[in-house]
């Protein structure tokens, strides 16, 4: 069983992603950290991030064991990811990669912004998980201060608007929900109410 969990930055699917994977007995794949370590390796080599051949190159000879995953995690990482994520030179060296995690043989949860659409389009399970841009703004300042950092509010909502702008309107991949994809706006539900909802939508197709 496939279960592909797409939605913009901050929407808690990485979380329901997580919990998912242990219900289910799946691995599951964050494909967000693969930009992010495309993203990374682009600053560390002290190339912009509008170099399309650096960020080719990065994305060609990723190794995602290189990296320790807190500082993949940074706000800043994520942004970058957004920029080298659109494109589609790296978009295209990442996809072997991706199919080979979903080929596994009991199947996988991959959480991103195109695995309905573009990686897995035959998933057994779509879902589209959502919530408001200040929803999402919250709960990634309550994260960061988790681990240490000191956000600025606004502009952790004024960057997580950017990068819905960047992600939906992208002309490689963007973020869209799949026709057959399920929507669960997770704006007013607790993690628990989400994880319980996605449960029910696994079920229904089971
Ligand atoms: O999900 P996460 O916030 O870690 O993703 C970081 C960035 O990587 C996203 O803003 C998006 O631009 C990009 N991404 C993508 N396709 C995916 C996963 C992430 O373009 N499947």
Do not use: W
Request: net charge negative.
């Amino acid at each position: 069983m496939i279960i592909a969990i797409d939605g913009p930055a901050a929407s808690g699917k990485g979380t329901l992603s997580k919990k998912l994977a242990a219900q289910y007995g799946l691995p599951h794949l964050d494909t967000g950290l693969l930009y992010r370590g495309v993203a990374k390796s682009v600053i560390d080599n002290g190339a912009g991030l509008q170099d399309r051949t650096a960020a080719e190159k990065a994305a060609k000879s990723l190794n995602l064991a290189s990296f320790d995953e807190i500082s993949l995690k940074s706000h800043q990482v994520g942004d970058a990811a957004s920029v080298v994520s659109a494109y589609p030179e790296v978009r295209a060296a990442l996809v072997d990669l991706q199919h080979r995690f979903a080929a596994q043989p009991k199947g996988a949860v991959i959480d991103g912004r195109d695995i309905g659409t573009v990686i897995c389009p035959n998933a057994e399970v779509k879902i589209f998980v959502t919530a408001s841009p200040e929803a999402r703004a919250e709960r990634r300042v309550l994260e960061l201060r988790g681990r240490g950092e000191a956000p600025d509010a606004a502009k952790i909502l004024a960057d997580i608007l950017a990068r819905d702008e960047r992600d939906r309107n992208r002309a490689a991949s963007p973020l869209i929900q799949a026709d057959d994809a399920h929507l669960l706006d997770t704006t007013h539900l607790s993690i628990d109410a989400a994880f319980q909802a996605a449960i029910d939508i696994v079920e229904a197709v089971r």
